[in-house]
């Protein structure tokens, strides 16, 4: 029993350490789009948003990929981009 829990406590710890990873990943990512967007006049900006959310809007679910991922990720996109829109 005790390593059972052990073995438990380890890949909960493997999972924290990726999970962490990942934040840091997408932090990372966040931070490279700010700076670009924010280095592009208003013009070629709005093109660039415009180019994302259609692209978006082509985008299908799929087994992978269900609808309620489909929509967290198109919310946290226009998060993102308009707020840099309007800075």
């Given amino acids: 029993m005790k390593n059972l829990i052990s073995e438990l406590l380890s890949k909960l710890a493997e ?11 997408i ?3 966040e931070i490279v789009v700010t700076a670009i967007l924010c280095r592009m006049d208003n013009n070629d900006r709005q093109a660039m948003v415009n180019h994302i959310q259609n692209a978006l809007k082509e985008a299908r679910p ?4 269900t609808s309620q991922d489909t929509e967290l990720l198109k919310q946290y996109l226009d998060k993102l981009l308009m707020r840099r829109i309007t800075e």
């Fill in 62 to 65: 799929t087994e992978a990929v």
């Fill in 15 to 25: 999972k924290e350490e990726e999970s962490k990873e990942f934040v840091a990943q």
């Fill in 27 to 29: 932090e990372a990512l």
